[in-house]
């Protein structure tokens, strides 16, 4: 069974940084595409970044500010959050594919519960 586990939320001041991890088990991805979403209140879930054999994608409101990453040999991908904002604070999903497509648009296989991050203003 696959699964995805976040980690690494939490509650931080504006300008301040975080990093997310997420953590697969159940299947190698290292050849897969993987990404984080994430959702605010009240708000539709929204692309962050993703990452598939060296490829980077992110939404335009995270570029020079959130980098995504992966360790093949953890299987696992990260997401070094600098510069934070009040409007960054959502619920930080992890997601994979079973190919190595990017999309950005949540046509993900699989899925983590999430991680809450804060940022305070």
């Known amino acids: 069974q696959v699964q995805l586990v976040e980690s690494g939320g939490g509650l931080v001041q504006a300008g301040g940084s975080l990093r997310l991890s997420c953590a697969a088990s159940?299947?190698?991805?290292?050849?897969?595409?993987m990404g984080w979403f994430r959702q605010a209140p009240g708000k539709e879930r929204e692309f962050v970044a993703a990452?598939?054999?060296?490829?980077?994608s992110y939404a335009d409101s995270v570029k020079g500010r959130f980098t995504i990453s992966r360790d093949n040999a953890k299987n696992t991908v990260y997401l070094q959050m600098n510069s934070l904002k009040p409007e960054d604070t959502a619920v930080y999903v992890c997601?994979?594919?079973?190919?190595?497509?990017?999309?950005?648009?949540?046509?993900?296989?699989?899925w983590g519960q999430g991680t809450q991050v804060t940022v305070s203003s």
């Open positions: 997601a994979a594919r079973r190919g190595f497509v990017i999309t950005t648009t949540g046509e993900f296989d699989y």
């Open positions: 990452i598939s054999r060296g490829m980077l």
């Open positions: 159940g299947r190698t991805f290292n050849n897969s595409a």
